[in-house]
Structure formats: C-alpha cells, structure tokens
C-alpha cells in the first residue's frame, strides 16, 4: 500500500520561498508518475508539477519559472516568488504503472494515492 506524507508547508510572505517535501512508503512499482497538486477554499483541486520515473516534468503555466519539482528518496517542490494566489492546501498524489500522456498529467482525475496535505499561505 503506497502511502505519501508532506511536509513543509507554512507562512511567508509574497515574493518568499517554501520547500515541500513528500515522503514515500510502500512503493515497489518501477513506473510511477508523482506530482503535486492544490485546492483553494470554493475552487477545484488542480495540477501544479509532475515527474514521471522517466523525469519528464510538467508545471501548470501559473508556476512555471518559479516552482521546480524533483525526485530522490522524496519529492519535493521548491517555490521561490511565491504570490497570493499561491495560497492553498498542496497535496502529494501518485499513480503507479505506464506514464501518463502528457494530456493528462496535471489532471487530479488520473492520480490513485494521495497524501493528507499540508497548507501553503502567502501574505501580500
């Protein structure tokens, strides 16, 4: 049973930094796709950053240039210029066999494992 943990969420201020990490339990798949994905209170949870195990990466065209994802025993998302509207809870999420196409990656739909979450505010 795969099981995803985050951390690393807080306050800062605009224009600050934040480091996520997401630690992983229970995967013996070679081939996964991992990512990160947000929801704002009254919006959909959507698509922020995926890597599959090939390493190809996807961001969502409002983080791109400012986040950047990477894999090693953990994932993590590093957020530097981070913005008000960046504020929501962010949720790790996998899902286990062939890659994803690349239609679908940042769709919260394909992804079967997901973490608790943990909060990310930015203050103006």
């Known amino acids: 049973q795969v099981q995803l943990r985050e951390s690393g969420g807080g306050s800062v201020q605009s224009g600050g930094s934040l480091r996520l990490s997401c630690a992983v339990s229970g995967n013996h798949y070679s081939r996964f796709t991992m990512g990160w994905f947000r929801q704002a209170p009254g919006k959909e949870r959507e698509g922020v950053a995926v890597?599959?195990?090939?390493g190809t990466t996807k961001y969502a065209d409002s983080v791109k240039g400012r986040f950047t994802i990477s894999q090693a025993n953990t994932l993590l998302l590093q957020m530097n210029n981070l913005k008000f509207e960046d504020t929501a809870m962010y949720y790790c999420?996998?899902?286990?066999?062939?890659?994803?196409?690349?239609?679908?990656?940042?769709?919260?739909?394909?992804?079967?494992?997901w973490g608790q979450g943990t909060q990310v505010t930015v203050s103006s």
């Open positions: 999420a996998a899902t286990l066999g062939e890659a994803l196409a690349w239609p679908l990656l940042l769709r919260p739909s394909e992804y079967s494992h």
């Open positions: 890597i599959d195990n090939y």
